[in-house]
């Protein structure tokens, strides 16, 4: 995603131009975005680019957070599909048990800010990739095949799933289309489960 299409659904508190960590030069477009949200309060996103070097940082603050929380929406139709945006923050694992997907934090991971149907374009997007990979195992390639076929129809609205964020950190929230707000389901999150 553009940092541009960010702002526009938030608020812009801070822009500029600064030294990029990696690469030294003043080319690093710095870029704060302030989100209200009547449900979950306040979240800052921050994002860095560098023009110069290609450095990309993106990250996200909660500034309500309830601690280590787990949140699941059920994704119902394709109203839920286009229109419910994830944003996940660096620390938090991303979930779908009926879809069979489960997204760990690396080391290196990004903060995600996605509707439903960005995520699930990107899951046909890996397990294509995977497809690759593993081209000379058979069972490999069923699997991957029917993950990438229930993917589609979930795409379509047609296929009902849930979405679970386990973040230690309370800084991801789930964001339903209007009206829709009270589906999503927030628990704390006990760290040894
Ligand atoms: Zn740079």
Do not use: W
């Not at 119902?76 to 996940?88: A, H, M, Q, W």
């Not at 609205?157 to 707000?181: A, L, Q, T």
């Amino acid at each position: 995603m553009d940092s541009n299409d960010l702002s526009i659904h938030g608020k812009v508190l801070y822009t500029g131009i600064e030294k990029c960590p990696v690469c030294g030069r003043e080319s690093l477009h710095v870029i704060e975005i302030l989100y209200n949200d009547p449900v979950f309060g306040d979240l800052i996103l921050y994002s860095n680019k560098c023009d110069y070097c290609g450095y990309r940082r993106v990250d996200i603050h909660y500034l309500n957070s309830r601690g280590p929380t787990r949140i699941i929406y059920e994704v119902k139709d394709d109203v839920d599909v286009y229109k419910t945006y994830i944003f996940r923050s660096r620390t938090a694992r991303i979930s779908s048990p009926e879809l069979g997907f489960d997204i760990d934090p690396g080391p290196d991971a990004e903060a995600m800010i996605t509707t439903v149907e960005g995520l699930l374009l990107r899951m046909i997007d890996v397990a294509e990739r995977m497809e690759v990979l593993n081209e000379d195992d058979e069972e490999s390639v069923r699997r991957l095949r029917e993950f990438k076929e229930k993917v589609q129809r979930a795409l379509q609205g047609n296929f009902r799933f849930k979405i679970i964020i386990e973040d230690p950190y309370g800084n991801s929230i789930i964001k339903p289309p209007p009206g829709r707000d009270l589906g999503v389901r927030i628990e704390p999150l006990n760290p040894s489960a």
